[in-house]
């Protein structure tokens, strides 16, 4: 166990061992080059079930990347061996898919994070860093939501990410490490590989004239870009803390998906496309999804990047805007 007083802040990342699980999805993947560019040793471990390896094309000659599963006590085993801190981002991220295959879902979001928490207990983890999501709160009873908000998930995806929430929550005070829950609501941002933003930008794409939308677009989301995503990870990872603490990360404002496709629309220069609403929804989707960030923000962080500006620059990203806009 690391000594009282020893926990590194926002500056002293360099040298400290850190393992980054999911590290090659999207989230995963910008937390690496953050903390690779801060001087940490990073260690990866991901089975490739959603996350691309040329997300980490940067920084690869940098880091110790393990292909290998969540659900594989011994891959956590040796991956958690010898790290102080670790990311745990990997999951079954998707909600729909939570659904179609209930079993990958809970091995990996559930059974994969008791395999972290054991081998953190083995292996005199200093902290955790759980990707957490808005989806533990399921139907919102008020909004925003803030962490008091009663946690009633709607979804397999809502449960199975509860559960590790819970069972980190246990061991952290049975076994003292510290535990940080972030809870996560939607991020948008270049690597992306799916969701509503990525969707539409890709719709589009394929074709400019049309555009159908999932749902009525009157569900109001709360996007936040990833870099701003990533500052807030890093003062999870490094701000001294009692012992387990909560807060969720989201961009502070809330869109509905009207106005979503709107920004779209404009940011991609587009006047004449048909949008049509009302295509059926997934199983498990929910209607508000808004977060109360002033804890987070008590920390000293604050969402920078406008939603505008966010999705100008994943459409350069993604090719559909030219470069020299960058
Ligand atoms: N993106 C969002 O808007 C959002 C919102 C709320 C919460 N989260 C949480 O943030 C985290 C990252 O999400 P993301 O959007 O980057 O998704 P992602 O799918 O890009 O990343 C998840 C990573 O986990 C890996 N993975 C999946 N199953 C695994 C297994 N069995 N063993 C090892 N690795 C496995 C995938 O290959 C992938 O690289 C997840 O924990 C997710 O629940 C994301």
Redesign the pocket.
């Known amino acids: 166990m690391m000594a009282p007083g020893s926990q590194p802040n926002q500056e002293t990342w360099r040298g400290r061992r850190v393992l980054v ?8 993947s910008h937390v690496v080059d953050a903390l690779v560019s801060r001087g940490a040793e990073v260690r990866v ?7 691309r390896e040329e997300n980490l094309r940067q920084v690869r000659e940098a880091i110790d990347l393990r292909i ?4 594989d006590p011994q891959a956590v085993d040796a991956a958690v061996r010898g790290c102080e801190i670790v990311y745990h ?6 909600v729909p898919a939570s659904v179609e295959d209930r079993e ?1 879902d809970f ?3 559930t059974l ?1 994070t008791y395999h972290v928490a054991d081998a953190a207990v083995r292996y005199d983890v200093h902290r955790i860093v759980q ?5 533990v709160y399921g139907p919102p009873q008020y909004t925003p939501v803030d962490e008091q908000h009663p946690l009633m998930p709607i979804s397999p ?1 809502g449960g199975s ?1 509860l559960a590790a929430e819970r069972l980190l929550s246990a061991y952290a005070h049975t076994f003292e490490f510290e535990l940080f829950c972030v809870r ?5 941002g270049p690597r ?2 799916r ?1 509503v933003a990525y969707d539409l930008m890709m719709k589009l794409a394929r074709d400019p004239r049309r555009l159908e939308v999932l749902g009525s677009g009157n569900q109001q989301r709360d996007y936040c870009y990833i870099s701003d995503m990533v500052a807030a990870l890093m003062i999870a990872g490094s701000r001294p803390i009692e012992r387990v603490e909560v807060a969720n990360i989201s961009g502070g404002r809330t869109t509905s998906i009207r106005e979503l496709v709107a920004l779209i629309l404009e940011t991609l220069g587009l006047r004449d496309t048909e949008v049509v609403y009302g295509l059926p929804s997934w199983k498990g989707d929910i209607d508000v999804l808004s977060g109360d960030i002033r804890r987070f923000c008590s920390f000293g962080w604050q969402p920078e990047v406008p939603i505008e500006e966010g999705l100008r620059r994943m459409a350069i990203d993604l090719g559909l805007l030219p470069s020299e806009e960058r």
């Open positions: 699980t999911g590290g090659v999805g999207f989230i995963g471990l991901d089975n490739l079930q959603a996350g290998g599963d969540l659900r981002i990997g999951a079954n991220a998707s990958y091995k990996t979001n994969g990707a957490s999501t808005a989806a995806y990410k996560i609501f939607n991020t948008y992306q590989p969701y």
